[in-house]
């Protein structure tokens, strides 16, 4: 079975919405899809991962550090949970594996999170440093610190708030969105790239919004 295939027969059995499918069908016409797996490092004393792998697929994870690390595989449901036992001393690292064409939906406590391309990043982090090489999709909420993506939107809505940080775009090659930028105490910038077929939505409240050059 096919990356199409899949996303259509979970978007049929209502494991995702029609958004996420048609994110997902976006993010396979990309140069990433073509990745044998997704690799996630994420340096954190808690962090809580979800993804939805078709049968099959194959989600493995390593744990370095005083912590604590479970996979619990559930159909076609993964949830991965690390907690640091002694987080006064150090966060601890996890490394994952992730099936082609798959993204996460995350909850993370304090950290870091470095991917080098996901098709789809969702979910929050309360205060943290994000950095994907290549994003396909984005729906994500930061308490504070940093979140730095290259981003390859081509449709549909997309979201990011940070409540005091900054945020550094980079919009890659074939991009086709429009930023709509809020920033309540800092400097924001309005940016089209493409005809804007795709929204991002992005507010911060104090801090800083950069958009760099296309490509």
Not at 33 to 48: F, M, N, P, T, W
Not at 77 to 87: I, T, V
Not at 93 to 121: N, T
Request: zero cysteines.
């Amino acid at each position: 079975m096919d990356e199409v295939e899949r996303i259509l027969r979970l978007l049929s059995v209502g494991k995702i919405t029609k958004e996420e499918a048609e994110r997902l069908l976006a993010a396979l016409e990309g140069p990433a899809a073509g990745a044998s797996v997704g690799r996630l490092a994420i340096d954190a004393d808690r962090a809580e991962i979800h993804v939805r792998p078709a049968p099959g697929d194959q989600v493995t994870a390593r744990g370095f550090g005083a912590g604590e690390l479970k996979l619990d595989r559930k159909g076609q449901e993964a949830w991965l949970r690390w907690r640091s036992r002694a987080p006064v001393l150090g966060r601890g690292r996890i490394e994952v594996e992730l099936p082609a064409g798959w993204g996460v939906v995350l909850e993370l406590g304090q950290g870091r999170l470095e991917a080098e391309a996901l098709p789809f990043l969702k979910g929050s982090a309360g205060q943290a440093r994000v950095r994907v090489g290549r994003l396909a999709a984005l729906d994500f909420d930061l308490g504070q610190g940093r979140f730095e993506a290259g981003l390859a939107l081509r449709q549909g809505r997309h979201r990011l708030t940070i409540g005091m940080g900054r945020a550094k775009i980079r919009p890659l090659p074939g991009a086709d969105f429009v930023i709509e930028g809020e920033v309540g105490l800092g400097l924001a910038e309005r940016r089209r790239f493409g005809r804007g077929a795709a929204v991002l939505e992005v507010r911060i409240g104090v801090g800083r919004l950069e958009v760099a050059d296309a490509g």
